[in-house]
C-alpha cells in the first residue's frame, strides 16, 4: 500500500493476535519507520473475511492514506488431518487454502485497481499441486463436502486439491484482467516456495512428521523459513511483464505448473462454481462488484 509522504504501510493479517504482534515487532525492528497495522481475520470464514475488507478501507480512510493496495499476499495456508467445516459448511482446508483467497482477492479488487502504480496479486501455492491429475469442479467438491463422505479424511489430497485451485484461481484472474484490458495495471503471480520447514505438519503424528522432515533434510530439500520466502519475494518484487509466472524457490526461478493448473476450460468452471458457492454468504452482496 501506498501513504502520500511514501512511508512504508504493511498491513498484516491472521488468526492469531500474539503472531501479529510479533510479526509487527519484528518489522519494526528492521523499519522504524515502517507505518504498521495487524488485522486479526480468520480467512476460513467469509463473513470475517467481508468483514475486514470493510476495516482495512476504514482505517486507509481514517488513517489519511490513499485508499489502494500496491501488493496483496495470500499466504495463509493448513494441513488439518481430521474433517472440520467453517460457519458456511465448506472443509476448513479448502476454505482456508483456496475459497478465503478468492473471496479476499475478489473483496480487494477494486483497492488494488485504485493504485497511482501497477499492483500485484501473489498467491502461494506448493508443488504437491502436481499430484493432482483428475479433477471436479462442481460444488460439491469445491466446497469440500464430496470428501466429508470418505471413510477416511484424504487431508494430503485435499490439501493438494486445493492448492491447485489457488493457482487455477491466479490464471483465470489473469486472463480475465488481459480480456478488460487491466492486465498492466494489476499483475497476477504464482509463488511456490518449494519444502520449507515451518508448523504446517503439526497436526501430523509426530513420528510421521520427523521422519519426512528427516529425509528430506537428509535430500538437502528442506529451506529455512528465511530462505522459503525468497519466491515470495521475487513473485512480489518483479518487473511489469510478469503475470501469469509461477516463481519456484527463489534467485527470481519460474516454471511451469502442471498442464492441469493451465486448463483454461477448468479455471472457468472452477471460478464460477466458487462465485456460485460464495453468492449465498456475506460475499454476495460485496464481491461481485467488480
Not at 476460513?44 to 470493510?54: G, Y
Not at 489502494?68 to 494441513?79: D, E, F, H, K, R
Not at 527463489?250 to 462454481?273: D, I, Q
Request: glycine letters at 6%.
Amino acid at each position: 500500500m501506498r501513504c502520500i509522504l511514501r512511508i512504508p504501510v504493511v498491513n498484516a493479517v491472521g488468526r492469531s493476535q500474539q503472531l501479529l504482534s510479533e510479526t509487527i515487532t519484528k518489522i519494526k525492528d528492521w523499519n522504524e519507520d515502517a507505518h504498521l497495522e495487524a488485522f486479526q481475520v480468520d480467512l476460513s470464514s467469509i463473513e470475517s473475511v467481508v468483514k475486514f475488507k470493510m476495516s482495512l478501507q476504514q482505517w486507509l480512510l481514517d488513517s489519511d492514506l490513499h485508499c489502494s493496495i500496491q501488493i496483496l499476499i495470500n499466504n495463509a495456508g493448513i494441513l488439518a488431518t481430521s474433517p472440520r467445516v467453517t460457519a458456511e459448511g465448506y472443509d476448513q482446508m479448502i476454505g482456508t487454502n483456496y475459497i478465503g483467497a478468492f473471496a479476499l482477492t475478489k473483496l480487494l479488487l477494486p483497492l488494488l485497481e485504485s493504485s497511482p502504480v501497477s499492483s500485484k496479486i501473489v498467491n502461494v501455492s506448493s508443488f504437491t499441486h502436481r499430484a493432482v491429475t483428475d479433477v471436479q469442479v462442481d460444488e460439491g467438491t469445491v466446497s469440500g463436502k464430496r470428501f466429508f463422505r470418505s471413510i477416511q479424511y484424504p487431508c494430503a489430497h485435499i490439501y493438494e486439491y486445493s492448492k491447485l485451485c489457488l493457482i487455477l484461481f491466479s490464471y483465470e484472474l489473469h486472463r480475465q484482467l488481459c480480456l478488460m484490458g487491466k492486465s498492466h495495471q494489476i499483475f497476477v503471480t504464482v509463488a511456490d516456495p518449494g519444502v520449507v520447514q515451518t508448523k504446517l505438519m503439526q497436526e501430523v503424528p509426530a513420528i510421521l512428521s520427523w521422519l519426512a522432515l528427516y529425509v528430506l533434510k537428509r535430500l538437502q530439500l528442506l529451506q529455512s523459513p528465511e530462505c522459503g520466502v525468497d519466491s515470495i519475494i521475487d513473485a512480489a518484487l518483479a518487473p511489469p511483464g510478469t503475470s501469469g509466472a509461477y516463481f519456484f524457490g527463489g534467485k527470481g526461478r519460474t516454471l511451469n505448473p502442471s498442464p492441469l493448473s493451465r486448463n483454461a476450460k477448468l479455471a472457468r468452471e472452477l471460478w464460477e462454481s466458487t462465485s456460485k458457492l460464495l453468492s449465498v454468504t456475506p460475499f454476495g452482496a460485496e464481491g461481485n462488484s467488480w
